[in-house]
């Protein structure tokens, strides 16, 4: 089980290294402008899942400024491959210029779209077959159906890893109650805190059973 190992980096500020990307972010974000990215403590229990599951291929569904897309694919290994769906196209520009500071382009591709378009084609346009890693971190109320649409299309595997940001808050109650409670499901809460705050937050795990 991906357990909360203390997740300590020390890194010196300079281009093409991940680490240095990360930090300078977290500090901005920590004393000059809060931002909703996953943040250093929930990220260190998503570096532990990332790690344990060793995915080939990652959805990441919510971009942002990359940060989370630049915390996954540093971990991912040599051929493996993260796509990453971002609805807004003002914050996707940001993310390309974080991601390829980092010196991950080739293990990423950022689509701009919307979830409900996007996942339909994702077999045929990416020839992905199922994913071994899906991270939701986009807007709450699209959690359960994004999750209910790619079992339709058949983007899950028996051992498939949902992992879901902000179940806390702000809060995804109807996608909880469905992973909870599905038998297709082996779901586990990770506690922690709203990025950058004390409020509580956490991250759910949920293995897709087939
Ligand atoms: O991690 C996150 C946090 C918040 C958020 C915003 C305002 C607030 F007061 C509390 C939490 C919103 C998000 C939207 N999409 C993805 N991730 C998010
Ligand atoms: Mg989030």
């Known amino acids: 089980e991906a357990d909360r190992k203390e997740c300590t980096q020390v890194t010196h500020v300079h281009e093409w290294d991940p680490g240095s990307v990360i930090q300078a972010i977290d500090h901005y974000c920590r004393n000059k402008e809060w931002a909703m990215n996953v943040g ?16 080939a291929t990652v959805l990441e569904l919510g971009t942002y400024c990359g940060y989370s897309t630049v915390r996954i694919a540093r971990l991912l290994p040599p051929h493996a491959k993260l796509i990453t ?79 879901a940001d902000n179940v806390v808050c702000p809060g995804a109650p109807d996608y909880l109650e469905y992973v ?23 991250l759910e795990k949920s293995v897709f059973l087939g």
């Open 40 to 55: 250093d403590e929930k990220g260190c229990i998503l570096d532990s899942v990332v790690s344990e599951v060793n995915p």
């Open 180 to 202: 909870r409670s599905s038998p297709r499901y082996e779901s586990r809460y990770f506690k922690s805190h709203l990025e950058y705050t004390k409020v509580e937050d956490g």
């Open 85 to 163: 769906l971002e609805f807004n196209p003002a914050v996707a520009a940001i993310a390309r210029q974080v991601i390829a500071w980092a010196g991950l382009e080739d293990k990423v591709q950022l689509v701009e779209g919307a979830s409900g378009d996007f996942i339909p084609r994702i077999k045929e346009q990416f020839g992905v077959k199922t994913f071994d890693l899906v991270f939701l971190d986009h807007w709450k109320e699209y959690y359960l159906p994004d999750t209910k649409l790619m079992e339709e299309c058949g983007l899950l595997r028996k051992g498939s890893v949902l992992l």
